[in-house]
């Protein structure tokens, strides 16, 4: 996912706990219940087609409902009264809305208001930065490219409670991308009446999901949302207030939760490490991975196979989230996160994946310096000199420090390494990254949606987000298999995607380092808040007493 705001250099996410997921169950008469949480940073927007950010995100989805929502893995229908009928070729998707379903201002919710939501956000005239997101439903690229009306969009209402969508294809995906923010329902008299300032502040808007942000106006550090009355599942939505607060600083995080004025802070660094026993400590993952790109086009020893296993293998990952990170981020072999990809069995996608190839990504310095040896002798070279390119956060420079150091290592005999460090802001890393002006990059990717393909699609022969030009014919082939022969095969299509992130780790066409962690306090008498397999944090059913 692009997320502009998440800053990839950072550890910047600010999502919340899973607990133990056991209070849907809570009577729905408790009164008065309050969670104040903690946000790294501002809302963006709460224009479902700007946003880009996690923090927006996370806001979207408490005050605003889409045809699905996450309960626990599973999808579920929210504003759609029941799962989709979809047609023998899985191109046609007729959704029926839920009668009785509305805004805020008890305006009624209808099939028209996501005809005119997905239009709008497709059409170029909104510069929706996700807009390619819509990219396999009919027309959508054709309108992003300036080709056809946004009106042409195989999206529309059919009456006032059917909304029938097209796809160019078939997606096995489809009914789990729409669970982002982008494809939420937007009520048309409020854009019309607030033009540009539609989504920059609360009194812009009306929600329908099950809370609303009132008071909000744009750049507030705090912010509160309130139970939706008229939202259609209001029953299960016990807690009745949440308390947003932006905090930057790790020591008035953890000041502020002893205090007990707020029941949930990410910590990281020696916070983290010195509240690991505490009860409230717990880790809550990202969809997010960090990984290294290697540009073979500059660097020719980086063609070897031999010399870029052996950089994966230099690195020893634990150690250096331990000393480094702090912050709960957990090591792995593929570039898929594990916790967001599930089989109809309950299988995680990255487990087993991983298991098979992590030979190539344990640390072994002994191995790693024999097979760089190897490597560099068949490369034809005796030096490897490189630059490794990230952010100029501090958290990034230390992360290429660490690397440097542990790159270094790998000399041996005549064999020379010297590795240096290019640390420049967010945006011209992406610039410099798009372009190809680079060695090495550390990289970071989340998920538009939770399925590995948004990871997987990324690394294919000719991709603008493979940076470093990596090509693989079958990783390719089978990536492709994924989105054709195999589309409409569960069984068929999971093994062709677990294949590829095999393949990918195998060839070490890029070297995966970590899934993104958050170490968290949270209150032990909050119960029951499910994190979704899409990364945002779902408040329906849970309790705080």
Partial sequence: MKKNRMWLGLTATSLVLLLAACGSKTSSSSKGQTVNRMEKDVIATMDPAMATDVISGQAM???????????????????????????????????????????????????????????????????????????????????????????????????????????????????????????????????????????????????????????WNGSDNKWTLTKNKNYWNAKNVHITKI???????????????????????????????????????????????????????????????????????????????????????QAISTVVPAKMMYNDAGKDFTTESDKKVGKYTTYDLKAAKKLFAEGMKEAGQTNLNFTILTDDTDGAKSTVQYLQSAFEKLASGNLKVKVSTQTVPFKTRLSLSTAHKFDMVVSAWSADFPDAISFLDLFTTGNSYNRGQWSDAKY??????????????????????????????????????????????????????????????????????
């Fill in 61 to 215: 989805t408490n005050a605003y409902a889409g045809l699905y929502r996450f309960e626990g893995k599973k999808l579920k229908p929210d504003m759609a009264a029941k799962m989709a009928t979809v047609s023998k070729d899985q191109k046609t998707y007729t959704f029926t809305i839920r009668k009785g379903a509305k805004w805020s201002d008890g305006k009624e919710v209808t099939a028209a208001d996501f005809e005119y939501a997905w239009k709008r956000a497709v059409d170029p005239a909104t510069k929706s930065q996700y807009a390619y997101i819509f990219s396999g439903i009919q027309n959508a690229d054709a309108i992003t490219a300036g080709k056809k009306p946004a009106s042409s969009l195989g999206a529309k209402a059919i009456g006032k409670y059917k909304f029938q969508v097209k796809l160019d294809k078939a997606m096995p995906y489809f009914e789990k991308m729409i669970c982002l923010q982008t494809f939420d329902p937007v009520d048309k008299s409020q854009v019309k009446k607030y033009g540009s300032k539609y989504g920059t502040k609360s009194s812009t808007l009306t929600f329908n999901g099950p809370y609303e942000l009132k008071g």
């Fill in 243 to 329: 308390n947003n607060q932006v905090i930057k600083e790790n020591s008035t995080a953890v000041n502020l939760f002893q205090d007990g004025k707020i029941d949930d802070v990410a910590i990281s660094g020696d916070s983290a490490s010195q509240m690991k026993s505490d009860k409230a400590y717990n880790v809550v993952y990202q969809n997010a991975t960090y990984y290294l790109e290697m540009n073979q086009k500059k660097v020719p020893a980086f063609k070897n196979i031999k010399v870029r296993r052996a950089i994966s293998m230099a690195i020893n990952r634990k150690d250096f989230i331990k000393q480094v990170l702090g912050n709960g981020s």
């Fill in 476 to 545: 390719d082939k089978l990536i492709n298999a994924s989105k054709t022969t195999d589309a409409t095969n569960p069984t068929a299509r999971w093994n062709d995607l677990e294949q590829a992130a095999q393949e990918m780790t195998t060839q070490a066409g890029i070297i995966p380092v970590y899934q993104l962690g958050e170490a968290h306090l949270t209150k032990t008498s909050v119960k029951g808040m499910e994190m979704s397999p899409n990364g945002m944090y779902n408040f329906i059913g849970a309790t705080n007493k």
